[in-house]
């Protein structure tokens, strides 16, 4: 298979990329690193990947933004930011890429733990998590040739606990490689209009 992975060089990307080179052709996109320029949050730049990329049979991403914040400190612009980014950049790397993706190829998009089991300052990483969520559960009964789609939702990566651990007290983390095979079941399984849980 072709795949694009946008978000190739981070924490779960490096992993994602590990699990599928193995196997198929992958294509590595960034906002300042990988084989091609994306930025989730401008939709000229991604119609301009899949213009450069061409067909491809997968989609994936591991990329997106959120602003963590307090509630009480909290406005439109903070929120603005996972929505633009995080949640709109995925939806349109779908709207847009439908048309490039081969038929039976998929989309598998990133979310989040923060989507069930919310923490202090996460209430808009929540939400975004929550909303690709409910949008892949749709747009997989309405995709057409075959077409799917898949969110891979992982609890804090062991790999990111020096950075995140202290706003996921209690939380397990899990190693990336074990994210990157939730990925692997999307890209390579057959299933469409899941939400795979890694916790
Ligand atoms: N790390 C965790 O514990 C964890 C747990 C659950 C969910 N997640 C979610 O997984 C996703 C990736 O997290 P991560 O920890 O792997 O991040 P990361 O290590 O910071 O890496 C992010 C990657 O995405 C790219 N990127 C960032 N913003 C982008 C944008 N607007 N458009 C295109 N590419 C962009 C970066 O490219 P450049 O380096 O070229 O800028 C980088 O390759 C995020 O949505 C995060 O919320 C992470």
């Given at each position: 298979?072709?795949?694009i992975?946008?978000?190739?060089?981070?924490?779960?990307?490096q992993?994602?990329?590990?699990?599928?080179?193995?196997?198929?052709?992958?294509?590595?996109?960034g906002?300042?690193?990988?084989?091609?320029r994306?930025?989730?949050?401008?939709i000229?730049?991604?119609?301009?990947?899949?213009?450069?990329?061409?067909?491809?049979?997968?989609?994936?991403?591991?990329?997106?933004?959120v602003?963590?914040?307090?509630?009480?400190?909290?406005?439109?612009a903070?929120?603005?930011?996972?929505?633009?980014?995080?949640l709109?950049?995925?939806?349109?790397?779908?709207?847009?890429?439908?048309?490039?993706?081969?038929d039976?190829?998929?989309?598998?998009?990133?979310?989040?733990?923060?989507?069930?089991?919310?923490?202090?300052?996460?209430?808009?990483?929540?939400?975004?998590?929550?909303?690709?969520?409910?949008?892949?559960?749709?747009a997989?009964?309405e995709?057409?040739?075959?077409?799917?789609?898949?969110?891979?939702?992982?609890?804090?990566?062991?790999?990111?606990?020096?950075?995140?651990?202290?706003?996921?007290?209690?939380?397990e983390s899990v190693?990336?490689?074990?994210?990157?095979?939730?990925?692997?079941?999307s890209?390579?399984?057959?299933?469409?209009?899941?939400?795979?849980?890694?916790?």
């Amino acid at each position: 298979m072709k795949i694009i992975v946008i978000g190739a060089a981070g924490a779960v990307g490096q992993a994602v990329v590990k699990e599928l080179a193995a196997r198929h052709e992958v294509i590595s996109a960034g906002r300042n690193s990988g084989d091609i320029r994306v930025d989730l949050s401008d939709i000229a730049s991604i119609e301009a990947m899949y213009q450069q990329v061409g067909a491809v049979d997968a989609v994936v991403s591991a990329a997106g933004n959120v602003h963590f914040g307090a509630l009480a400190e909290m406005g439109a612009a903070e929120f603005a930011i996972g929505i633009n980014d995080k949640l709109m950049g995925q939806v349109q790397l779908v709207l847009i890429g439908q048309k490039y993706l081969n038929d039976g190829g998929s989309f598998t998009l990133i979310s989040g733990v923060l989507s069930q089991d919310p923490i202090v300052y996460g209430s808009s990483a929540s939400m975004v998590n929550a909303g690709l969520e409910g949008f892949a559960r749709a747009a997989a009964i309405e995709l057409p040739r075959g077409l799917r789609i898949n969110v891979v939702s992982p609890t804090v990566l062991t790999e990111s606990l020096p950075s995140y651990g202290p706003y996921f007290r209690g939380f397990e983390s899990v190693p990336a490689a074990k994210v990157a095979r939730a990925f692997s079941k999307s890209v390579e399984g057959a299933q469409t209009g899941q939400v795979y849980s890694v916790i």
